[in-house]
């Protein structure tokens, strides 16, 4: 059993520890988080998922059974009462406010068997929950995809239509499935010598045809064509039916091309997929163009993130087919419109002027605020976001240009319903030339194992926290040692910031095992986005003999803005081995805020030039105790790093900053993992 977490409700903090150390000791892998109060309970279920609540010795006035009961049954968790069953009258009359387990505290063995038992059953409920969320979305899935299938598919119950595709509706020549919803296939086949009754027969018994069957399709419109048919067993809305596949004959023709259809098309929008418009677009930079002005520009929806809380699968799909529509219906002939990602379009654009580049642009977003869209009985607005970037004559191939589309929507996506234009930033790597040195060079210290971890203390103003060290790489070189910020983005662009991290870490972890600090370690983009990473870092952790609790994963803010979704992935995997996450560089901007809400964060670091010369900058004081006021409304902790005078400690702590690292210290840091 791997570890879970269990929610005491006790008035002793020592009775807790009890049942910590007694679970433990009898094998079951357990965190114990200890509440008194209704509000502890609220919050610890808000946060920490625990598999349990024992309801031990509580204070009936702060924590009533049946407040408790309502809570445990909101959050589906199974609820336990713990207690000696001496007074037989308060249980009768707890037990009649509240439905719950009874656990007695005076057989330990009787303890750990019922605690372990309702964990497994908490945990089988819960997976069970996951399993059919997924069996929902996976239906939801197929229809999709039955429905958009070029192959005319039907599924029939005693001989007449309960579904059809829009293939099928179209080879019959109808608008819609309540055209034939009465229709009988005795009434539109044709199938010669087989006897088409005793073969309907046939196939409600299961006796399905092993070959085709040939027959004469007649149309509602009285025209005929011939066809294959294939038959095989099917659900639909939970009940047996019969799948029937119409093939044409004269549909081979046919095949090629709707097969390249389909691999270049998205199914939702019908739009061109991401392989289609890389090609695309690299068939226009290799060939050039007679437009004076070209561009790529790149789409997303502001706030999608909330939206895909709010809403369901279908009405997402509903929502982001919407979209597309609105797209297509304000480009022109010549214009090259994709899905590229699950929320975002790329449109390729070609006019005589870079004005009216951008008027196409600023055309969109004045389509996406204006437009309503209905979805059952919803009626939503949106705005969106849209970078352009140009394709010009240095420009290298698809790729290069997409993502710097993608990185002028996210500016422009700080402040939502604009668009930006990309524009090169001139960087310590002036050239093509002066990059490939790099590159080399990160290569060949791969090779000879030159990267080593330099590890810092983090200290608490407080004085009562947990010690915590945080570990930043270097590389060696011959003339001295680079810090990660000199190579890291050049790696992560090469997609070599991930094998340097899975070179550093294994190493790093032994140095823990004597240690009883909490150690910050820092991803790179690359292993965010690696779905191979948790894995090997749990395995790496088990290897080690180091506790997941005592290791925080640091990602810097602008990493987490752009790689949202893989960042929500990788704590959801690593959660559970008792992994926090850290974000750096995190400052006022709203988008840095909205990261609470949508990850689990258990401590932010303050973007440096915030705390530079603090004591004299009231607006930065500001701006501290603005991040500390946002931190602590999701129970997050903060960081100041580089902090090089002691003068600036008091103003940190009067603006709520208690976790503190720097040259300050005058430490002498320890070189680790080398």
């Known amino acids: 059993m791997h570890s879970v977490n269990l929610l005491v409700i006790d008035q002793s903090p020592e009775s807790a520890e009890q049942i910590n150390s007694l679970l433990r000791n009898s094998g079951i892998k357990i965190h114990v988080i200890h509440t008194q109060t209704s509000s502890d309970v609220k919050r610890a279920l808000d946060h920490d998922s625990p598999a349990l609540i024992l309801y031990a010795e509580p204070d009936e006035s702060d924590a009533p059974l049946e407040e408790i009961g309502e809570l445990a049954a909101a959050f589906n968790i199974p609820l336990a009462l713990f207690t000696s069953m001496d007074d037989s009258a308060r249980l009768s009359r707890l037990l009649a406010t509240t439905a719950c387990y009874?656990?007695?505290?005076?057989?330990?063995?009787?303890?750990?068997?019922?605690?372990?038992?309702?964990?497994?059953?908490?945990?089988?409920?819960?997976?069970?929950?996951?399993?059919?969320?997924?069996?929902?979305?996976?239906?939801?899935?197929?229809?999709?995809?039955?429905?958009?299938?070029?192959?005319?598919?039907?599924?029939?119950?005693?001989?007449?239509?309960?579904?059809?595709?829009?293939?099928?509706?179209?080879?019959?020549?109808?608008?819609?499935?309540?055209?034939?919803?009465?229709?009988?296939?005795?009434?539109?086949?044709?199938?010669?010598?087989?006897?088409?009754?005793q073969l309907l027969k046939g196939l409600s018994k299961g006796q399905f045809p092993d070959k085709a069957l040939p027959v004469k399709v007649k149309r509602p419109d009285a025209t005929t064509f011939e066809a294959n048919l294939m038959f095989s067993p099917a659900r639909f809305d939970g009940e047996e039916c019969i799948q029937m596949m119409v093939q044409r004959q004269d549909a081979a023709n046919e095949l090629a091309a709707e097969l390249e259809r389909v691999r270049m098309t998205d199914?939702?929008?019908?739009?061109?997929?991401?392989?289609?418009?890389?090609?695309?677009?690299?068939?226009?930079?290799?060939?050039?163009?007679?437009?004076?002005?070209?561009?790529?520009?790149?789409?997303?929806?502001?706030?999608?993130?909330?939206?895909?809380?709010?809403?369901?699968?279908?009405?997402?799909?509903?929502?982001?087919?919407?979209?597309?529509?609105?797209?297509?219906?304000?480009?022109?002939?010549?214009?090259?419109?994709?899905?590229?990602?699950?929320?975002?379009?790329?449109?390729?654009?070609?006019r005589p002027t870079n004005s009216q580049l951008e008027k196409v642009g600023n055309d969109l977003l004045t389509a996406y605020r204006s437009h309503i869209i209905e979805i059952s009985d919803r009626a939503l607005s949106a705005s969106c976001s849209i970078g352009m970037a140009s394709v010009g004559r240095l420009t290298v191939n698809s790729p290069e240009i997409i993502a710097n589309?993608?990185?002028?929507?996210?500016?422009?996506?700080?402040?939502?319903?604009?668009?930006?234009?990309?524009?090169?930033?001139?960087?310590?790597?002036?050239?093509?030339?002066?990059?490939?040195?790099?590159?080399?060079?990160?290569?060949?210290?791969?090779?000879?194992?030159?990267?080593?971890?330099?590890?810092?203390?983090?200290?608490?103003?407080?004085?009562?926290?947990?010690?915590?060290?945080?570990?930043?790489?270097?590389?060696?070189?011959?003339?001295?040692?680079?810090?990660?910020?000199?190579?890291?983005?050049?790696?992560?662009?090469?997609?070599?910031?991930?094998?340097?991290?899975?070179?550093?870490?294994?190493?790093?972890?032994?140095?823990?095992?004597?240690?009883?600090?909490?150690?910050?370690?820092?991803?790179?983009?690359?292993?965010?986005?690696?779905?191979?990473?948790?894995?090997?870092?749990?395995?790496?952790?088990?290897?080690?003999?180091?506790?997941?609790?005592?290791?925080?994963?640091?990602?810097?803010?602008?990493?987490?803005?752009?790689?949202?979704?893989?960042?929500?992935?990788?704590?959801?995997?690593?959660?559970?081995?008792?992994?926090?996450?850290?974000?750096?560089?995190?400052?006022?901007?709203?988008?840095?805020?909205?990261?609470?809400?949508?990850?689990?964060?258990?401590?932010?670091?303050?973007?440096?030039?915030?705390?530079?010369?603090?004591?004299?900058n009231t607006k930065n004081q500001e701006a501290v105790r603005k991040v500390v006021e946002a931190a602590e409304a999701h129970d997050v902790s903060v960081i100041a790093d580089e902090v090089t005078d002691t003068s600036s400690l008091a103003v940190l702590w009067q603006c709520g900053v208690k976790l503190i690292a720097g040259t300050f210290l005058k430490e002498s840091s320890q070189v680790l993992a080398q």
């Open 102 to 197: 009874v656990i007695n505290s005076n057989d330990e063995n009787l303890f750990t068997e019922a605690v372990s038992q309702l964990i497994k059953t908490s945990e089988n409920e819960h997976d069970h929950e996951k399993q059919q969320q997924f069996v929902e979305e996976l239906e939801h899935r197929y229809n999709l995809l039955l429905d958009s299938s070029r192959d005319a598919i039907a599924y029939v119950h005693e001989g007449l239509h309960v579904y059809s595709n829009r293939a099928y509706l179209d080879a019959l020549g109808v608008a819609d499935h309540s055209e034939i919803a009465g229709l009988s296939l005795l009434e539109i086949l044709d199938a010669g010598e087989t006897n088409l009754k």
């Open 267 to 350: 199914p939702l929008t019908r739009l061109l997929n991401r392989n289609a418009f890389s090609e695309a677009l690299d068939s226009c930079i290799q060939a050039g163009s007679d437009n004076d002005a070209l561009a790529v520009l790149y789409i997303e929806t502001d706030d999608i993130e909330t939206l895909q809380e709010e809403l369901s699968v279908e009405a997402m799909d509903a929502f982001i087919s919407d979209l597309a529509n609105i797209i297509k219906n304000n480009l022109e002939d010549g214009d090259v419109a994709a899905r590229i990602s699950d929320h975002g379009f790329a449109v390729l654009v070609g």
């Open 405 to 616: 589309a993608r990185k002028a929507q996210a500016e422009a996506s700080e402040q939502g319903d604009q668009m930006v234009v990309y524009r090169p930033q001139l960087t310590a790597v002036a050239t093509i030339a002066g990059e490939h040195d790099w590159v080399e060079r990160i290569r060949m210290a791969l090779s000879n194992l030159d990267y080593y971890s330099v590890q810092q203390s983090i200290v608490d103003l407080d004085g009562d926290g947990e010690q915590m060290m945080e570990n930043t790489t270097f590389m060696r070189g011959e003339s001295g040692d680079f810090p990660a910020k000199e190579f890291q983005r050049i790696a992560e662009r090469n997609d070599l910031a991930g094998a340097i991290d899975r070179q550093v870490i294994p190493g790093l972890l032994k140095t823990f095992v004597d240690s009883e600090e909490r150690q910050i370690i820092s991803l790179s983009n690359n292993s965010i986005l690696d779905y191979g990473f948790p894995g090997w870092f749990a395995e790496q952790l088990k290897a080690s003999c180091v506790d997941g609790n005592r290791i925080i994963l640091q990602i810097a803010a602008n990493a987490a803005h752009t790689n949202l979704r893989p960042a929500q992935r990788l704590m959801k995997e690593l959660k559970p081995l008792g992994c926090q996450l850290a974000v750096s560089r995190f400052d006022t901007e709203r988008r840095s805020f909205q990261l609470l809400e949508h990850l689990d964060i258990s401590f932010v670091k303050i973007m440096t030039s915030l705390t530079e010369d603090l004591t004299a």
